[in-house]
């Protein structure tokens, strides 16, 4: 269990048991239907704030994770009904970002995309360490090795991709720069077995 490779399910375990918890696990039925669709398994989810964006992103790492036991957390919500609930808990790596936890101040965008490679990176050499070796192609490198020596996939769960954009309103060579990153890590890449992307959703995409 890393921090970001396969992670807990604390964060799950706290919604689940707060008061004010609504049960969405419905939402895990139609994700298991998107595993590994040559389109399908790219999937965004635009919601305006406060509408438990990263409560569903945690959600989906408890579900799927290696890196913890869950199904007591899920007795007795929908999920527990379907009938691939089984077949997917806690049974895929997971690779968990959350990309404004790397944002938080400004002077973090010119090396926030270094940062999240050399975090994940450090995470997958605990497990797959004898896998790779770190070329200049960076995670996606590292990830294309990982799969060529084990036929295992990733599920990518990202918590607000898009806070670049509003950090770096006025700096197109970032939001490019990170662009080429999202486009080298996901294209085309056999390792992806599902993308899940939440983004805040803005005031115009409201109207």
């Not at 604390?10 to 609504?22: G, P, S």
């Not at 720069?177 to 999202?182: A, T």
């Not at 890449?189 to 005031?203: F, G, P």
Request: proline fraction near 1%.
């Amino acid at each position: 269990m890393g921090l970001y490779v396969n992670p807990g399910n604390e964060a799950f375990r706290q919604a689940v048991t707060d008061d004010i918890y609504v049960d969405k696990t419905q939402m895990i039925s139609f994700m298991n239907q998107k595993l590994n669709k040559l389109r399908g398994k790219y999937v965004c989810v635009s919601r305006p704030r406060r509408f438990g964006k990263s409560m569903a992103a945690d959600m989906l790492a408890a579900y799927y994770s290696r890196g913890c036991d869950s199904g007591k957390l899920f007795q007795g919500l929908a999920i527990e009904n379907a009938d691939s609930f089984e077949q997917h808990l806690n049974r895929h790596n997971v690779i968990r970002l959350d990309i404004q936890r790397y944002l938080f101040s400004g002077s973090h965008l010119h090396i926030f995309i270094r940062k999240i490679q050399e975090l994940v990176i450090r995470d997958l050499e605990a497990e797959y360490g004898d896998c790779f070796t770190i070329d200049q192609y960076g995670l996606p490198g590292v990830l294309e090795q990982i799969y060529a020596h084990t036929k295992k996939g990733f599920i990518f769960i990202i918590d607000e991709w898009d806070c670049v954009f509003r950090l770096a309103k006025e700096c197109r060579e970032i939001q490019k720069e990170y662009l080429d990153f999202l486009r080298g890590l996901f294209k085309g890449a056999e390792y992806v077995e599902l993308a899940y992307m939440t983004e805040i959703q803005r005031e115009e995409q409201l109207c």
